[in-house]
């Protein structure tokens, strides 16, 4: 702050204790869980009203509508009002506000990847020491990994991002052939059922071809022949015997054995894969367990009877695949009232409301109590393939995954169309080479 309007304000303690206080770096403020504005305010019992900015989701959205209700109840000084976004406009939204460090709101909901870019910059306030303890020692790595920085934590897990592990099954299509239970029983399978008119496939046997569906089964493909897509150092590594031979099953499940084709990674109108099993247009498709509540309400299916969520088999020998963060809260570093922010965080996290929150949403839970609790499964049945190897999954990596993705994408479609590179070997090293060179 500056020394002239440190003087002025200095004539009235007040004002002097108030701007002082609330000068929003995340550093200290964090670390001591409070401004001296919110402090003073929650300490006193006075009014406090918090914005939250989320993204439009109905089932998300009414869960943490009544989260903060009953936060309220036990707060009563402390009203939390919400603010809901489409996707889009919330993803920029929050981004800018954070990249200009203004106090937009109090609390964000945070995709846990954007926290590699904000994390040390100021713009989110440090989580309190003591719920950062319980955090790393409850929660799985991988869940609040991107919201680290130095040792210190800048978010709040609220799910366990998992997009591999798990598949969706049409069972109209797949009739009476038992679900597959090894990688090449689902390979075998896939192509005795994918169908097609002419060069047009109508139904594809297992459609990997997806943003993040291509990307993550990659990296787990790799991760279960016992090796790793990183090097200690965290650069990357493409060019291994397991990367080429993950690579060459993917590209030939659309080269050579023509179970699914490059549609999902047009864009456009393009429907996603786990949207081509509830159109009946797709048997198997690797996915995580958030989808099921679309083939549920959007698409009007019957979980069990029209389709089911399945263990996906190993590609190698032994259970290893790759998670990113996802959905986090975390509070702004330029609020004034981070304290009663950090109240409504600690609530949230205690197991009970998690609970609630994540079968409300139908995300797996970030802490290893939680998702171990027998009442997960009562809940969502549908987890079991999931919830028995989330202690296998190692952090994705601390690195932009939009673009991490991107990259793979690019490089898997231009092999796949034919004419850009020579050779598998050709393609993983520019890839190796691509990822390398983001990290700069």
Known sequence: MKKLLCLLLAIVMVFSMAACGGSGSSGDAGSSGSSGDAGSSADAGEPIELTFWGHQENAINESFKAIAEDFHEEHPNITINFEFFPYDEFEAKVQTSLADKKAGADIYELWGGWGVDFCSTGALAQIPDEMAAEITEDAYAPTYGALEYEGHLYGMPMEFNIESGGMLVNKHLLGDKPIPTTWDELVATAKELTQGEGDTMTVKGLDVVGWDTIPYTLCAMILSQGDNYLNEDGTFNFTSEAAKNAFTELTDLVVTDGVTNLTGLAGGDAMENYQLVFADQCVFAPRGPWTIAEGKTTFELTYGEDFTYAALPWYGDSIGFAAETGWSLAVNGASDKQEAAFEFLEYFFSDEVLMKHDVAAGFIPPKKSVAEDPALLESM????????????????????????????NNVYTDYCTGGIYESIDAALADLEAQCNANLT
């Open 381 to 408: 049945p549908f987890l079991e393939p999931l919830v028995g190897i989330l202690g296998n999954a190692q952090f994705i990596g601390y690195f932009n995954t939009d673009i991490f993705k991107e990259t793979i």
